[in-house]
């Protein structure tokens, strides 16, 4: 099964589920801003990334560079960021079996199936 990490004011986010609706895959939607995640579960998608947690922030978002920007912080300190304020998550993402891509551009998402 196919999970999308969607943002639905998202434009990359929406044509993210677009590719995933035109693919005819089974999917599933997570909606993180509405249903946040654990602590857990997005360690477990970083580590399905493949990257650091930085790589996942939003390093533009107002909240970063209020509370986070320049700051010396660990991976755990970054991960307990974004769980605090999901708003830091790039978007989409979207997981497939044991691998996973960040949909920017969403055409990256045609590489999981």
Known sequence: MITIYHNPRCRKSREGLQILEDSNEPFQI???????????ALEKIIDTLGILPL??????????????????????QIIEAMV??????????????????????????????
């Open 55 to 76: 790589e996942l922030v939003r390093k533009n978002e107002a909240i970063w560079k209020a509370n986070f920007k320049g700051k010396a912080l660990s991976d755990d």
């Open 84 to 113: 605090a304020f999901p708003k830091l998550i790039e978007r989409p993402i979207v997981i497939h079996n044991d691998k996973g891509v960040i949909g920017r551009p969403p055409e990256r998402i045609k590489s999981l199936f």
């Open 30 to 40: 997570v909606k993180y801003l509405d249903d946040p995640l654990s602590f857990e």
